[in-house]
């Protein structure tokens, strides 16, 4: 008899801590509040996006971190977003700082205040640094919970695949499974083609 084994190696676990939310509160623009064409949904995602701005009230957040603190699609968030732009509640814009992705987006306290009187609390290089560092954790940490999931799969996977080596008995079913295993069959459809009982 034949035995062969495939064994995975145990998945180092790493330790990965995220950041704690220190966001208390937001500053959002009373004209935004009292405007009638701005829903109470609108002023939910002003609010997300209000606690993710700077004194100047600048804020690069993305539609997908809003959404999640919002427990809603991303695509939600942009149909709120553009209502509050055609509002004048915000102001996007594309490509504002070089090699990020996504809208810059600034909210209108006083629509008086220019861009050109905000440059102290404009985003600098540093900042955005800072954020992409950030993100990279995040997803990072998201990346994490995906390999958990498929590890625990592998490990179904590899007990299939020992109980099937452990069933065949003559060298050329050996070869014949590692041909159809390298194929993509699974384990099951390998006993069937070669006729193994468990």
Not at 74 to 101: C, D, Q, T, V
Not at 183 to 198: D, H, K, M, V
């Amino acid at each position: 008899m034949i035995e062969s084994k495939y064994i995975l190696p145990e998945r180092i676990k790493l330790k990965t801590v995220k950041n704690k939310d220190l966001r208390k509160f937001c500053v959002m623009p009373l004209k935004a509040v009292l405007n009638k064409n701005i829903t109470g949904e609108n002023l939910r995602v002003l609010a997300v996006l209000a606690s993710y701005a700077n004194k100047g009230g600048y804020s690069f957040v993305s539609l997908k971190t809003i959404a999640n603190d919002l427990k809603c699609s991303a695509m939600n968030i942009h149909k709120h977003l553009k209502r509050l732009e055609n509002a004048g509640a915000i102001i996007s814009y594309k490509n504002y700082f070089p090699g990020l992705k996504g809208n810059t987006r600034r909210i209108i306290y006083d629509e008086k205040i220019k861009d050109e009187d905000l440059k102290e609390h404009q985003y600098t290089n540093a900042d955005i640094s800072e954020v992409l560092k950030h993100n990279k954790i995040i997803n990072a940490l998201n990346i994490e919970d995906k390999l958990d999931k498929d590890y625990k799969s592998a490990i179904s996977d590899e007990d299939d695949i020992a109980s099937l080596f452990n069933t065949i008995t003559k060298e050329n079913q050996l070869i014949e499974a590692e041909r159809l295993l390298a194929q993509g069959l699974t384990p099951g459809e390998i006993r069937i083609r070669l006729s193994l009982t468990t």
